[in-house]
């Protein structure tokens, strides 16, 4: 072998090594007060299996108090870095300083996204691109099988007033839906980033089936998440207004310079869940 030849291969050694260690390493950045359940939870009528993620609030092991629960999706996403796709939410780290700073305590079920079904499962409605609906479906799942065993099994306040649903994305899509779709069991949704573009009988779906007047909505999404975000933001909106929805029980938050991440979704978490649940007037 030439000289020139071994002074090359050495080169592509060192810069591939030095490479792989600019890389970030990623560590586990979970609260001790998070767990997998331990088993998969089935899927009825998706014959699938998924896993669930806990988050039971600091005072759970030394009171006897019942919680108020949100429901939220990509679990995967909501309180390890070395799940999330793109960097946690940091749901526990928030959670827990609210749990210090205000006396805000709640339990969080997070429910791990399908993959490659994870925008399937995340609408109620089918699209030309992505094929059919299985939100029903996912919805049902929720309902019917991981509430029943959560307030079976943990010291939930079981009733629809203190039961919420959250997500980004089509996360906030099936968020919107449920708030709509199942008005006797959740009263709040946290609708971050909605993906109302998916499809247009969102608009329809909400007219038909109008959520309870003591319904609280929290919608969030950044004014650089592009001209579709801000145009069908408006428009469900100016469609709730024109319902009648109280305007105290919405809120439309666009957030300057906000982008489609974790970032934006991180970093509004405490301020949705604290007005999702604060004390709301009677109807």
Same mark, same amino acid.
């Given at each position: 072998?030439?000289?020139?030849?071994?002074?090359?291969?050495?080169?592509?050694?060192?810069?591939?090594?030095?490479?792989?260690?600019?890389?970030? +390493?990623?560590?586990?950045?979970?609260?001790?007060?998070?767990?997998?359940?331990?088993?998969?939870?089935?899927?009825?009528?998706?014959?699938?299996?998924?896993?669930?993620?806990?988050?039971?609030?600091?005072?759970?092991?030394?009171?006897?108090?019942?919680?108020?629960?949100?429901?939220?999706?990509?679990?995967?996403?909501?309180?390890?870095?070395?799940?999330?796709?793109?960097?946690?939410?940091?749901?526990?780290?928030?959670?827990?300083?609210?749990?210090?700073?205000?006396? +805000?305590?709640?339990?969080?079920?997070?429910?791990?996204?399908?993959?490659?079904?994870?925008?399937?499962?995340?609408?109620?409605?089918?699209?030309?691109?992505?094929?059919?609906?299985?939100?029903?479906?996912?919805?049902?799942?929720?309902?019917?099988?991981?509430?029943?065993?959560?307030?079976?099994?943990?010291?939930?306040?079981?009733?629809? +007033?203190?039961?919420?649903?959250?997500?980004?994305?089509?996360?906030?899509?099936?968020?919107?839906?449920?708030?709509?779709?199942?008005?006797?069991?959740?009263?709040?949704?946290?609708?971050?980033?909605?993906?109302?573009?998916?499809?247009?009988?969102?608009?329809?779906?909400?007219?038909?089936?109008?959520?309870? +007047?003591?319904?609280?909505?929290?919608?969030?999404?950044?004014?650089?998440?592009?001209?579709?975000?801000?145009?069908?933001?408006?428009?469900?909106?100016?469609?709730?207004?024109?319902?009648?929805?109280?305007?105290?029980?919405?809120?439309?938050?666009?957030?300057?310079?906000?982008?489609?991440?974790?970032?934006?979704?991180?970093?509004?978490?405490?301020?949705?869940?604290?007005?999702?649940?604060?004390?709301?007037?009677?109807?």
């Amino acid at each position: 072998m030439s000289n020139q030849l071994m002074i090359r291969n050495v080169l592509l050694i060192l810069t591939t090594t030095l490479f792989a260690c600019s890389e970030p +390493l990623r560590t586990s950045s979970v609260g001790d007060n998070v767990e997998v359940l331990p088993y998969q939870f089935v899927m009825p009528g998706l014959d699938r299996q998924r896993s669930i993620r806990l988050y039971l609030p600091p005072s759970y092991q030394t009171s006897e108090k019942r919680y108020p629960v949100v429901y939220m999706h990509d679990g995967q996403n909501l309180f390890d870095n070395m799940t999330a796709n793109e960097g946690e939410w940091g749901v526990d780290e928030s959670l827990n300083q609210l749990a210090e700073k205000h006396g +805000l305590e709640l339990i969080v079920v997070g429910i791990d996204n399908g993959g490659d079904f994870r925008m399937n499962e995340l609408s109620p409605w089918v699209n030309k691109r992505f094929g059919e609906a299985q939100g029903e479906q996912y919805m049902d799942f929720i309902v019917e099988v991981v509430k029943p065993y959560i307030d079976t099994n943990f010291r939930t306040r079981a009733d629809r +007033l203190h039961t919420a649903i959250m997500g980004s994305s089509m996360g906030g899509l099936i968020s919107h839906y449920a708030v709509h779709a199942y008005p006797t069991v959740f009263s709040k949704a946290g609708i971050f980033s909605p993906s109302y573009w998916y499809s247009q009988q969102v608009f329809s779906f909400t007219q038909l089936k109008k959520a309870p +007047l003591d319904a609280r909505l929290y919608v969030m999404y950044g004014d650089k998440e592009g001209d579709g975000m801000i145009a069908d933001t408006g428009k469900m909106q100016r469609q709730l207004r024109q319902q009648g929805h109280p305007r105290q029980n919405t809120v439309f938050k666009r957030v300057p310079k906000g982008e489609h991440n974790e970032q934006l979704w991180r970093a509004e978490f405490s301020e949705a869940i604290q007005w999702l649940f604060q004390q709301q007037p009677a109807f």
